[in-house]
Nanobody
C-alpha cells in the first residue's frame, strides 16, 4: 500500500509561482511512476504531468508546457510540481497519483494510488 500526501497549495496572484510536493510512504518509491492531476469545480479530473520512476522521462499537458516542471527526489520519497507564471485557469485541486506498472499515463484510470489533493487558487 502506498500513501500520498500533497502540500504546497495556496492562494496566489496571476504570474506568481508555487511548488507542490507529494510525499509517498513505503520503501518502493523508486519503483513508482508518478503523476499530477487537477480538478476544477464542475470539471473532470485532468492530467497535468507525469514522471517515470527514474525521472528520465517527463510528460505534460500542452496548457502547462514551459510553465510547470515535474521532478522527483527518490531519496526523499517525494515528487514535486514547480508551477511558474500561474494563470487563473490553473485554479483547481491538484492531486498526486502513483502506479507501479508502465503504460498509459494520461487517464486517472492509469494510476493505483491517490493523494487527498491540495487547493491552488490563482487570482487575476
Amino acid at each position: 500500500q502506498v500513501q500520498l500526501v500533497e502540500s504546497g497549495g495556496g492562494l496566489v496572484q496571476a504570474g506568481d509561482s508555487l511548488r507542490l510536493s507529494c510525499a509517498a510512504s513505503g520503501r518502493t518509491f523508486n519503483s513508482l511512476s508518478m503523476g499530477w492531476f487537477r480538478q476544477a469545480p464542475g470539471k473532470e479530473r485532468e492530467f497535468v504531468a507525469h514522471i517515470s520512476w527514474s525521472g528520465s522521462s517527463t510528460y505534460y499537458v500542452d496548457s502547462v508546457k514551459g510553465r510547470f516542471t515535474i521532478s522527483r527526489d527518490n531519496a526523499k520519497n517525494t515528487v514535486y510540481l514547480q508551477m511558474n507564471s500561474l494563470k487563473p485557469e490553473d485554479t483547481a485541486v491538484y492531486y498526486c497519483a502513483a502506479r507501479y506498472y508502465s503504460g498509459g499515463y494520461r487517464s486517472p484510470r492509469d494510476y493505483q494510488y491517490w493523494g487527498q489533493g491540495t487547493q491552488v487558487t490563482v487570482s487575476s
